[in-house]
């Protein structure tokens, strides 16, 4: 039947793609009806933070009997003000299915044995005994007390730790605790795989990674551009501060390869092709520039457009200066400043001189003319010219752009590059800093940002301070490395002069009395790191049988990691494996992975229950860096304990163990501070992070108290100030909001320093002065001499800092040198793609890394693919496909493809079909849709389909994961994999075999 773009929106509006399948008349529902009718109660009513995405909904729950009777959106938070998305709204069948516990829940210990087909309930004293053992046994079995230099490196390489960005930052700390003390260096979590390029472009540009601006702060905006993301389905409460704008006369644009639910919304839809984000933001950025569209005072001020770079730096055929096909890499001495003769750059503020950043800027990107831009994007000119246009006007001072994006940016060996591109463009408009303005990464977990940043990537400490390496000898060595030197430049500050005081508290927070100044505060206690442990070598060397043991920590590599075929082979070899989770997984049930016969699989899976969001009190960062306390409503069903009281009982048994027996580096275990009281108590955790003085007893009040000498200690110097002596920042509710832009500066405790809208200083002229008065995020005050608003991102008086103070001269970097594959963003096509590179002879980018031996060519599989998600459901579906309701909503796992292919291959909608890629196949069932149309690329016709990648073989509603498609390639700077564009084929499923 025919079926316009709006009544198919009017289908897939109520209940996704489920509803649309019926309305074509399918009937495609699950035999008994899951959903049943609720009647609102009330009894003892607690708040919470929905668990799911990172925007950090406010939940009201109701309780009675110690059962969870009703779920509602806390109309007093300031975000949500009482909405909830499906996911939101469904939260109450994580704990309760008409009346009794979610039969999908795991209530008791559950162990599998080698060779077994079954689970076996266990204890728990039985569990962390024999876990404890298995920990122990394969460390002192595999250690690496030095490295073949001779430096003691103290780390172990046979046990690997991943997860979580779903408990709380406080259960996330302590783990990293547990595992740091232990010696693991292959320590990963989702974000590694999720968000790490957009974090390493923010770094790059402007010195932090996260959300500059906030939820609310989208309301101030004049026009907001949505890429990589579809923010009104995968974060629906976002998006009411967009439609708020758009109320007040904002313009929406949506970038997208389909036409989403945010697409639906906009005034400009732009239809790119993945992949392509350089070419079209680069050609946004040249339009700015030869239009005169930038904001001069700020770009000359504030970013390092006026610094002059070596002459001999160039750029030609898709290759800059330096690079050595020989390595495949680059050597960036031309990527420098020239300097004076007291070490400072040389600058010419008129921004004329051929080698200034500016006019590098304007040649690299003159490229991107309008008619190249859309050859290589299959955008149509109009359309590209009037997105332009929409955007470029926010670089007047009195208006603000906002740039919305997520892991569809991020996902690609381009990820870091491409949210480059998106920097430069705001930085050239004038647009971060500002109210309404940013670069707005959504981080796609309800606290991927909270659990990430207490070291839960391989590289990193809590508070994102760097991993110890094996050339750091000593401590010494390691702050020499690491510390930020006195800037000597005028009106600079460098806030990396701190890490001395950061690491010395911490490790007077994890070893207390046992971290002195004779023993470098304990300094040799930490492993040292020696090559690269990322998530996707991880498994390389997993499959290799160099790891032995795996703690999963509520993550689902199985169905997550990319070319998942790979990563469950890798997981068979295993000699034993715990996870911990609220039901079972396809990682938890590796021996029941499609094709495999448990009998030939050894390892062992100890399955422990875990306590979910409502069962459990602690603090959540959302994706805006609020962090916001929730509180425990229920008690966990059956055997279920928070991930907390796990860690627990495995460090004490840990610390039992090695007391008795002795090992390696046992004093990293025995002396490792652990005093949380019977049962631990997550506030005493969070005053653990926040810190202390030591000479006082009494908690810090903020970083200004931190010192290098031992007296203060400080779990995570990020979180200080968070928990003090007047209270628990984090929980306070106050939702009047002061400042008239949507701050609410009360509400809850915001990183770094409560601060709400990031490099704010920006937002003012070097004399205090807003550039748009009506919406001042800062302003100096002449009266009482002091800066009135945020808090201010440096608080100097107007005229002695530059606002970027976390970059080396206070000045943002339009000319990135920092990067490995250029210091400005090229395109380059993904590794597998349709078309030959339009832009250069260098098909993709020189530097990526590739783990794959099969390469799809355009031949053989002709079809662009990427992923996407659904509102319904949430990443590797763990907790969504074991809900009802939300199973009921969106039943199956399905693609999206064009007509026009449909017609090609013969498919029509409800078909059930094969898509294979060179690393493997799935079902599927189609849906042939108008969200999708050809693109017409560089001359030739491209096909793309899209498809949801949340389905596995555990669950209530299992299906293929897309992830057995996609590739293990990655971006050279964070080693994020490429899930967002590959190569496949696409036919009918002859067989008719059930998707």
Not at 153 to 173: C, D, M, P
Not at 310 to 331: I, R, S, W
Not at 466 to 493: F, H, Q
Not at 571 to 588: G, N
């Amino acid at each position: 039947m025919e079926l316009s773009r709006r009544s198919f929106l009017a289908a897939t509006g109520a209940a996704g793609t489920g509803a649309l399948l019926g309305f074509l008349g399918l009937d495609l529902q699950p035999s008994v009806a899951y959903a049943a009718r609720t009647v609102p109660k009330r009894g003892k009513v607690t708040t919470t933070i929905c668990p799911y995405c990172g925007v950090g909904c406010g939940v009201i729950v109701s309780t009675a009997e110690g059962k969870v009777v009703n779920i509602e959106g806390d109309p007093d938070h300031p975000i949500n003000r009482g909405s909830l998305c499906s996911k939101g709204s469904s939260l109450s069948q994580l704990a309760m299915v008409n009346g009794e516990v979610n039969p999908r829940r795991l209530t008791n210990v559950l162990y599998r044995a080698s060779g077994s087909d079954k689970w076996e309930q266990k204890t728990w004293d039985w569990a962390i005994e024999e876990i404890a053992k298995r920990i122990k046994a394969t460390r002192d079995a595999n250690w690496v007390g030095e490295d073949a230099d001779g430096h003691t490196v103290n780390r172990t390489e046979a046990i690997a730790a991943l997860g979580s960005v779903f408990i709380n930052s406080q259960e996330a700390y302590v783990l990293t605790k547990l595992v740091r003390a232990l010696g693991i260096v292959y320590n990963e979590n989702e974000s590694r795989i999720c968000v790490t390029s957009a974090v390493k472009a923010g770094g790059e540009s402007v010195g932090r990674g996260p959300m500059t601006n906030n939820w609310i702060d989208l309301r101030n905006s004049n026009c907001i551009m949505v890429i990589g993301c579809n923010a009104a389905e995968t974060f629906p409460i976002s998006f009411k501060w967009v439609m708020r704008a758009m109320e007040q006369g904002a313009k929406l644009i949506s970038v997208d390869p389909r036409f989403t639910r945010t697409s639906a919304k906009a005034d400009i839809y732009i239809p790119m092709r993945t992949g392509t984000d350089v070419a079209l933001v680069g050609g946004m950025i040249n339009y700015v520039l030869e239009n005169k569209l930038f904001q001069e005072e700020y770009v000359t001020d504030y970013t390092n457009a006026a610094f002059l770079i070596n002459p001999e730096f160039g750029f030609e055929d898709g290759l800059f200066t330096g690079y050595d096909p020989a390595t495949g890499k680059y050597d960036k001495s031309t990527w420098k400043y020239q300097l004076d003769d007291e070490g400072f750059p040389l600058r010419d503020d008129t921004l004329q001189d051929p080698n200034c950043v500016f006019q590098l800027l304007k040649t690299h990107f003159s490229r991107y003319d309008p008619d190249t831009v859309c050859n290589v994007t299959g955008v149509e000119k109009d359309v590209f010219l009037e997105a332009c246009e929409a955007f470029g006007v926010t670089g007047a001072r009195d208006k603000a752009g906002a740039i919305i994006c997520s892991s569809g940016a991020a996902q690609h060996t381009q990820g870091t590059q491409n949210v480059r591109s998106y920097y430069i463009l705001q930085l050239l408009l004038g647009n971060i800093g500002v109210a309404g303005g940013g670069v707005n990464g959504i981080a796609g977990a309800s606290n991927g940002l909270g659990c990430t940043l207490q070291g839960r990537l391989f590289h990193v400490l809590p508070g994102n301070l760097p991993m110890p390496a094996s050339k750091d000898v000593s401590l010494e060595a390691y702050l020499a490395r690491v510390t930020g030197s006195a800037s000597k430049m005028e009106n600079t500050i460098s806030p990396w002069m701190g890490r001395p005081k950061h690491i010395i508290s911490l490790l007077k927070a994890w070893y207390g009395d046992a971290a002195t100044e004779q023993n470098e505060f304990g300094w040799q206690y930490l492993p040292k790191i020696g090559g690269n442990y990322s998530f996707v070598n991880l498994f390389e060397v997993m499959n290799a049988g160099t790891i032995k043991g795996l703690l999963c920590w509520g993550m689902n590599p199985a169905v997550s990691g990319p070319n998942s075929g790979v990563i469950r082979e890798a997981l068979q070899k295993l000699d034993w494996a715990v996870v911990v989770d609220l039901c079972e997984t396809e990682t938890a049930a590796l021996w029941k992975a499609p094709g495999l016969d448990p009998s030939k699989n050894s390892t062992e899976v100890f399955l422990l229950p875990a306590a979910s969001s409502l069962e459990k009190e602690g603090s959540l960062m959302s994706s805006a860096r609020w962090m916001q306390w929730r509180y425990k409503a229920v008690s966990p069903p059956g055997q279920a304990r928070s991930d907390l009281w796990i860690v627990e009982q495995l460090m004490l048994k840990l610390k039992e163990l090695y007391a008795a027996e002795g090992g390696h580096n046992a004093e990293a275990i025995t002396n490792m501070t652990w005093d949380y009281g019977t049962p631990p108590d997550v506030h005493k955790v969070a005053q653990e992070m926040n810190g202390y003085d030591l000479t006082t007893g009494g908690l810090i009040a903020g970083l200004g108290g931190l010192k290098n000498n031992g007296s203060t200690s400080c779990g995570n110097w990020l979180w200080c100030g968070s928990y003090t002596e007047e209270g628990n920042m984090m929980a306070r509710r106050d939702n009047i909001d002061k400042s008239g832009i949507g701050l609410f500066s009360n509400w809850a405790w915001a990183f770094p320093c409560n601060r709400r809208i990031m490099y704010n200083r920006a937002s003012v002229d070097l004399e205090g002065k807003p550039w748009n008065p009506e919406k001042p995020v800062i302003k100096w005050d002449s009266a009482t001499a002091r800066w009135v608003g945020d808090v201010p991102d440096g608080g100097p008086p107007p005229g002695k800092a530059y606002p970027f103070i976390m970059k080396p001269h206070g000045r943002a970097h339009l000319f990135g040198m920092g990067r490995v594959d250029g210091p400005f963003p090229e395109h380059y096509e993904p590794w597998e793609s349709p078309v030959s590179n339009p832009m250069s002879s260098v098909q993709s980018d020189p530097l990526l890394k590739a783990w794959e031996d099969k390469k799809g060519t355009r031949e053989e599989y002709p079809i662009l693919a990427t992923t996407n998600r659904v509102v319904e459901h949430m990443h590797a579906g763990g907790m969504t496909r074991n809900v009802p309701w939300l199973v009921e909503l969106q039943p199956r796992m399905f693609v999206e493809l064009s007509e026009e292919l449909a017609a090609e291959k013969g498919i029509t909608g409800g078909d059930r079909v094969v898509v294979e890629s060179a690393r493997g196949k799935i079902k599927a069932l189609a849906v042939v849709t108008k969200r999708l149309q050809p693109f017409h690329v560089n001359g030739q016709v491209v096909h793309q389909i899209s498809m949801p990648w949340h389905w596995g073989y555990a669950g209530l509603s299992t299906g293929d994961s897309a992830n057995l498609l996609t590739s293990r390639v990655v971006d050279s700077n964070t080693m994020i994999p490429e899930y967002r564009a590959f190569l496949c084929r696409i036919e009918r499923d002859r067989k008719g075999v059930e998707a």
